[in-house]
C-alpha cells in the first residue's frame, strides 16, 4: 500500500516555508526523499532511517516519526529551483530491498 | 560519468507488439528497479534484482519479464503489448539495499502503445 502525502499540490512565494507530509499505514523502516522536475529523473534528496533522525540538505530537512509513522519535510526560505514534485519512498518490510513511493506533492514555488 | 543509461528514450508500438527496454549502471550496484510512472500514480515498481542473476516481482509484474544476465544491465520486456502499458518507464540502481543507500535514476523511457 502506497504511503499517503500530503499536501498533493501547494504554491510558495519566494522566500516562504513549506512542509510535505508523508504517512504509512505500516511500520516505517526507513524514508528516502526525492524531487522530480517536469520531463525529467527524479533525484534524491536524503534517506532517513528508522530512530527518529532528522537530516539536512542545504535549507531541506526532515524527520522521521516512528510512533506516528511518519516524516515530514522541511523546505525554508523557498527558492524558484525548488519547484518540482515530491516523492517519499518507504521500506515497510524491514527487508530493505525495495521502497514504495507515494503519489507525490507538487510544489511550486512563484516570485 | 553516464550513470543509469535508458534506451530508448521514445518508442511507439502497436497493441500486441513486443519489445525490450535497456538499462546499463556503470556504477557496479548491486541492485536495480524497474518503475513505471503514470500521471497522479507516482512511481510503482514492476519488478526489481539484487545481484546479476536474480529478479523478484515488484507491485504491478503483470505483463512484464526482466532479466539480469549481466551485473550492469537489466533488461524489461513486453511480450505483447497493451494501451494500459503506455507510460513513463524509469530504471533505477542503488549500490547497497534500498534502505541505507540512495537510487539513481536513468532519464526514462516514454512508451506509447496505440
Known amino acids: 500500500q502506497q504511503p499517503v502525502q500530503s499536501p498533493q499540490a501547494v504554491i510558495l512565494r519566494e522566500g516562504e516555508d513549506a512542509v510535505i507530509n508523508c504517512s504509512s499505514s505500516?511500520?516505517?523502516?526507513?524514508v528516502h526523499w526525492y524531487r522530480q522536475k517536469h520531463g525529467e529523473a527524479p533525484v534524491f534528496l536524503m534517506i532517513?532511517?528508522?530512530?527518529?533522525e532528522q537530516k539536512g540538505h542545504d535549507k531541506i530537512s526532515a524527520s522521521f516519526n516512528e510512533k506516528k509513522q511518519q516524516s515530514s519535510l522541511y523546505l525554508t526560505a523557498s527558492q524558484l529551483s525548488y519547484s518540482g514534485t515530491y516523492f517519499c519512498g518507504t521500506d515497510n518490510t524491514g527487508t530493505a530491498s525495495k521502497l514504495t513511493f507515494g503519489t507525490g506533492t507538487r510544489l511550486q514555488v512563484t516570485l | 560519468n553516464a550513470g543509469v543509461t535508458q534506451t530508448p528514450k521514445f518508442r511507439v508500438l502497436k497493441t500486441g507488439q513486443s519489445m525490450t527496454l535497456l538499462c546499463a549502471q556503470d556504477?557496479?550496484?548491486?541492485?536495480m528497479y524497474w518503475y513505471r510512472q503514470d500521471p497522479g500514480m507516482g512511481l510503482r515498481l514492476i519488478h526489481y534484482s539484487v545481484g546479476e542473476g536474480t529478479t523478484a516481482k515488484g507491485e504491478v509484474p503483470d505483463g512484464y519479464n526482466v532479466s539480469r544476465l549481466k551485473k550492469q544491465n537489466f533488461l524489461l520486456g513486453l511480450e505483447s503489448a497493451a494501451p494500459s502499458q503506455t507510460s513513463v518507464y524509469f530504471c533505477?540502481?542503488?549500490?547497497?539495499?534500498?534502505?541505507?543507500?540512495?537510487?539513481?535514476f536513468g532519464d526514462g523511457t516514454r512508451l506509447s502503445i496505440l
Open positions: 533505477a540502481s542503488s549500490s547497497e539495499t534500498g534502505v541505507t543507500q540512495p537510487q539513481h
Open positions: 532517513l532511517l528508522k530512530g527518529g
Open positions: 556504477m557496479n550496484h548491486e541492485y
Open positions: 505500516k511500520a516505517l523502516y526507513s
